[in-house]
């Protein structure tokens, strides 16, 4: 029985416990500019993608709840009042961390089955797991009347992956996956969680997410390393007078370059990239909503270079593919996510886009042996109820 066939089925079994119901997706992302700015209290600019989960969620008449992933092909069991981290299945972690938050909201939480599918490519740092825990609280705040606005949705979704999944992610990805609207960009004060929607509708262009199917083994021990020497600017700057810090994002690069000489080289150089990063996504706000598109894709490309040579997140195949953007006059292109493997993201216009596909992936497999993988996307809707 294919997935199609096996949704209809299940679908249609779910009717037999007569108790509410619903269709809910939730999308990943992609972030457009602002790299490794969030945990210095910068700006960051994603958008939502055309690629979601898809759950489908029935309450139940007692405690337990079962799960079916059609894309692991597991069906897993476990009772509200028996919330354990699962280490064998880490992807039933980000449901289970949803309930664990939704429980100290209310005590009359019923059982349900889920069964969920979707197409946001894993491990390519397009948050398939924010999507999940978003889609996840939203179906069940929805099933058992529990208010919550799409900002309530992501900083519950937040919290579960901090406290139960035990990664400490910045508010980002919910965020998009829960407040994205369709032709509009994200930017998000990671200082404040404001945000504003940033137009981003033009006719002749898309985005083209390019997965180098590098896996992105250092980032741990590399993000570590970064965040301490990111510390070390700020700890080096609040002990001159003259300043009022509290993270990098409250310097420019004036003040900066003033200090050269008494900063180690690699702090100086992360503390470039984060200020000029945070210069980046504000000037890319006001580009996107006057439509210069021209002027937005070479703040792409300078970010791009800032990531590989003062930030040292970037690898020989992430390069590469901007190197082969730039090569086919693409209008912009950067590294997307933590680094050291993962995507790239292009502003392209779309009477390039077949072209610029086929050739890439010829020059990227000829030169890596790699054939990478290509997703092509408009700015999307955020989390919603399939009516």
Same mark, same amino acid.
């Given at each position: ?131 999940? #825990?978003?889609?996840?609280?939203? !179906?069940?705040? *929805? /099933?058992?009347? =529990?208010?919550?606005? %799409?900002?309530?949705?992501? @900083? ?84 001159? #007078?003259?300043?009022?810090?509290? !993270?990098?994002? *409250? /310097?420019?690069? =004036?003040?900066?370059? %003033?200090?050269?000489?008494? @900063? ?124």
């Amino acid at each position: 029985m294919d997935k199609n066939n096996l949704w209809n089925h299940y679908r249609k079994n779910l009717q037999d416990f007569n108790l509410a119901s619903g269709i809910y997706q939730a999308p990943g992302r992609v972030n457009l500019i602002g790299e490794h700015t969030d945990y210095n209290d910068g700006f960051v600019m994603p958008m939502a993608i055309e690629k979601e989960i898809t759950m489908l969620v029935q309450l139940r008449p007692d405690q337990k709840v079962r799960c079916y992933s059609l894309d692991y092909e597991q069906i897993l069991e476990f009772n509200l009042e028996c919330l354990e981290y699962d280490s064998k299945n880490i992807w039933i972690n980000y449901i289970k961390g949803v309930i664990f938050e939704i429980k100290k909201l209310t005590d009359k939480l019923q059982g349900f089955n889920l069964i969920f599918t979707g197409n946001v490519p894993q491990g390519a740092g397009l948050s398939s797991s924010a999507a999940l #825990e978003v889609v996840t609280a939203l !179906a069940i705040a *929805d /099933l058992h009347k =529990i208010k919550m606005n %799409k900002i309530d949705l992501a @900083l519950l979704s937040q919290r579960a992956e901090n406290n139960f999944v035990g990664v400490q992610c910045g508010i980002m990805d919910q965020y998009i996956s829960s407040l994205g609207q369709k032709e509009h960009a994200l930017l998000i004060d990671c200082r404040s969680n404001d945000y504003q929607l940033v137009p981003f509708k033009n006719d002749n262009y898309q985005i083209v997410i390019c997965n180098s199917k590098v896996q992105r083994g250092l980032v741990d021990s590399a993000y570590n390393q970064r965040r301490e020497e990111c510390k070390q600017a700020v700890e080096f700057f609040k002990s001159k #007078e003259e300043f009022e810090i509290n !993270a990098l994002r *409250d /310097l420019n690069l =004036i003040n900066l370059e %003033k200090y050269e000489a008494e @900063l180690a080289p690699k702090v100086y150089q992360r503390a470039r990239h984060v200020i000029s990063e945070n210069q980046r996504v504000i000037a890319s706000k006001n580009y996107l909503a006057a439509n210069e598109m021209d002027k937005f894709g070479q703040l792409m490309y300078d970010s791009h270079t800032s990531l590989s040579q003062d930030y040292e997140v970037s690898c020989h195949e992430l390069d590469l593919l901007v190197n082969l953007a730039k090569k086919e006059n693409i209008t912009g292109a950067r590294m997307t996510g933590a680094g050291f493997g993962g995507c790239t993201v292009n502003l392209v216009k779309k009477d390039k886009i077949d072209k610029f596909i086929k050739n890439i992936r010829e020059n990227y497999k000829a030169e890596t042996g790699i054939k990478a993988e290509f997703y092509i996307s408009n700015p999307a809707k955020g989390a919603r109820k399939v009516e």
